[in-house]
T-cell receptor
Framework: NAGVMQNPRHLVRRRGQEARLRCSPM?????VYWYRQLPEEGLKFMVY????????ESGMPKERFSAEFPKEGPSILRIQQVVRGDSAAYFC?????????????FGQGTRLTVV | TQLLEQSPQFLSIQEGENLTVYCNSS?????LQWYRQEPGEGPVLLVTVVTGGEVKKLKRLTFQFGDARKDSSLHITAAQPGDTGLYLC????????FGAGTRLTVKP
């Protein structure tokens, strides 16, 4: 059973371009979380999705950022018109269900660098 | 504002010392988890605590869940350089929210 797969591992974009970050959850997991991490800092919650639904996007900037988790295929975090401040590591985690005792499994992250 | 507040934010100690890090919230959680993240990797689960007042031990690590299920602590005895990393707590209800973490450095 493969773990959570994120790709690409490293992504370089020029200012103004679009960045697409992919997260394939573990098999059977229908809950996906996205987090952003700046160097030397902790994880900042961005968005929580279940299949085809955004449950909580309170951590997402209201402009330029969007996320989806379609019925088929990976979850996508999309950043339009990237700026230097978007440079960070973006982690996704998946879990099989919500609630007590649920373990979240993390991918290795995508490191976005905006030049 | 973080739902879970972790303290201290940074901690640097010598090998062999003991330490405690804290995770506090005003919210009640059905369970609370601790993760450790090493550089360049995603966080990995260390433990889940479920019952108020519960204490779990994992070798030199002792985890405690507060009686009211709002807070937790992680105590490390005789820290080693291999304990270096970012320690994150996560409160679980219908979703999962993380604190900002405590970045621990253990110097040889």
């Amino acid at each position: 059973n493969a773990g959570v797969m994120q790709n690409p591992r490293h992504l370089v974009r020029r200012r103004g371009q679009e960045a697409r970050l992919r997260c394939s959850p573990m098999k059977g997991h229908s809950h996906v979380y996205w987090y952003r991490q700046l160097p030397e800092e902790g994880l900042k919650f961005m968005v929580y999705l279940q299949k085809e639904n955004i449950i909580d996007e309170s951590g997402m900037p209201k402009e330029r950022f969007s996320a989806e988790f379609p019925k088929e295929g990976p979850s996508i975090l999309r950043i339009q018109q990237v700026v230097r401040g978007d440079s960070a590591a973006y982690f996704c985690a998946s879990s099989p269900l919500a609630g007590i005792g649920t373990e979240a499994f993390f991918g290795q992250g995508t490191r976005l660098t905006v030049v | 504002t973080q739902l879970l507040e972790q303290s201290p934010q940074f901690l640097s100690i010598q090998e062999g010392e003991n330490l405690t890090v804290y995770c506090n919230s005003s919210s009640v959680f059905s369970s609370l988890q601790w993760y450790r993240q090493e550089p360049g990797e995603g966080p990995v689960l260390l433990v889940t605590v479920v019952t108020g007042g519960e204490v779990k031990k994992l070798k030199r690590l002792t985890f405690q869940f507060g009686d009211a299920r709002k807070d937790s602590s992680l105590h490390i005895t005789a820290a080693q350089p291999g304990d270096t990393g970012l320690y994150l707590c996560a409160g679980v209800n219908n979703d999962m929210r993380f604190g900002a973490g405590t970045r621990l450095t253990v110097k040889p």
